[in-house]
């Protein structure tokens, strides 16, 4: 995970970089509507956005048990606004269900608020591709049958969350926008991860 974590770290940083870069050029000159300088979001300029995206969950690393049932697959959702303080970083929050997974003759289902930092790479008006990474905090309740060997109970804490993300501008305010996410998750007694797909809409403030 660490490993995982420092690879990301080191991408985000790597495609920030060549965005500042790119934000920087003089020639040729930003899309319409664009701004190179940086903007917080009580000033005015701050590019702020909203969205929902919805999608496909898998829970890792979680053994089947013989003789109960099994899918660690489920459909997911994710609200989210933030904004950018440029054409190149932003920043964002959210509040995400992930799901309800079966295992050990029970449910496993994670729900809470996740921030996480963007540095993408604009690729035309209203288009860029992008790397997140931040935390979430999530609260995990787990059931499961008598002798599944398996650890009930409620559990909540923060994990690191990180991904990827393709924005493909429609309009100048709408987008249609692509996430894969993996986010690290406290359930009782052990960390799990949960991987993301989703598709969804996001508008922007300009």
């Not at 209203?126 to 990474?133: A, D, E, H, M």
């Not at 905090?137 to 599944?148: I, K, P, Q």
Request: overall charge positive; hydrophobic content about 35%.
């Amino acid at each position: 995970m660490s490993r995982a974590l420092a690879v990301v770290s080191a991408a985000t940083l790597c495609i920030a970089s060549a965005g500042i870069a790119q934000a920087q050029q003089t020639t040729p000159p930003p899309p319409p509507g664009s701004d190179t300088g940086f903007r917080m979001p009580y000033e005015r300029g701050f590019w702020g956005h909203v969205g929902i995206n919805a999608g496909r969950s898998r829970l890792r690393g979680s053994p089947c048990v013989s003789g109960f049932s099994c899918d660690d697959r489920d459909t997911m959702w994710r609200a989210y606004a933030g904004g950018k303080f440029n054409n190149t970083i932003g920043a964002e929050i959210g509040y995400l269900d992930l799901g309800k997974f079966e295992r050990g003759g029970g449910k496993t289902d994670a729900h809470g608020a996740d921030i996480a930092f963007l540095a993408g790479i604009p690729l035309g008006q209203n288009w860029s591709i992008f790397g997140k990474l931040g935390t979430a905090y999530l609260r995990t309740n787990v059931t499961g049958a008598t002798g599944a060997a398996l650890t009930t109970g409620h559990e909540s804490g923060w994990g690191p969350r990180y991904g990827i993300g393709l924005q493909a501008g429609i309009t100048r305010n709408w987008a249609v926008r692509v996430d894969a996410d993996r986010y690290r998750i406290q359930l009782p007694g052990a960390k799990e991860n949960v991987d993301t797909l989703t598709a969804g809409v996001q508008y922007s403030f300009r």
